[in-house]
């Protein structure tokens, strides 16, 4: 099974790549049939940045073919919005991100294959300074359930985690009484959809 996680270096993708280790062998009838191919922006092995389109085509055509295709990257503004380039910094960033690797990989993936994006709770739980958040998430949501009809030989997915445990001491402002979750619980999110059979669900952790 050929899988590519690209935001590997983050706390999310760290997680992501540590389960699907362990939970690969008991997942599948091929345990030691795994390859993880770890991209990031700061990566040394497999450096990638999603906004340059010609590196993201190079790297996709190089590499092909996958099983698998995570997300799991894209930063949002937190702040009291004054003007829609406050929205538009937060939608380029982690949804039009995304969006633009998903139309890029489909031709790169094995039919039945999965494309799992991030999105997150701010927008079903509202937070302090969270409008950017909520609707950058919304769009990643919707994009997601629109996708299953567009492109029926794939499965997408999206995990909506909650705010990760040793991110809280950063974010908790804008998280206040919230709970937060482990590593392994938003790791599990990705599973469910790499390994199972849905598809046009957002994983809600």
């Known amino acids: 099974m050929k899988i590519l996680v690209i935001g590997a270096t983050g706390n999310i993708g760290k997680h992501i790549i540590s389960n699907i280790k362990k939970y690969h062998p008991l997942l599948t009838d091929n345990a030691t049939g795994l390859e993880i191919l770890q991209a990031s922006r700061h990566s040394s092995e497999y450096p990638l940045d999603v906004f340059d389109n010609k590196q993201l085509a190079r790297f996709l055509s190089e590499n092909k073919m996958f099983d698998a295709v995570v997300c799991a990257f894209g930063n949002t503004r937190w702040a009291i919005p004054e003007k829609l380039s406050d929205y538009e ?13 998903v139309l890029h990989a489909l031709k790169y ?18 937070s302090p300074g969270g409008s950017q958040t909520a609707v950058t998430n919304a769009v990643i949501d919707a994009f997601a359930r629109s996708m299953i009809t567009e492109s029926p030989h794939i499965r997408i997915n999206v995990v909506s985690p909650r705010l990760l445990d040793e991110s809280f001491s950063r974010f908790a402002k804008f998280f206040p009484g919230q709970e937060t979750c482990t590593g392994e619980q938003i790791a599990k999110g ?16």
């Open 190 to 205: 990705y599973i469910r959809s790499i390994y199972g059979k849905e598809t046009g669900m957002v994983i809600e952790i």
């Open 109 to 126: 993936l094995n039919p039945g294959g999965s494309i799992t994006l991030t999105s997150g709770v701010v927008g079903k739980v509202m």
């Open 89 to 101: 910094e937060s939608l380029k960033d982690k949804a039009l991100s995304q969006i633009n690797v």
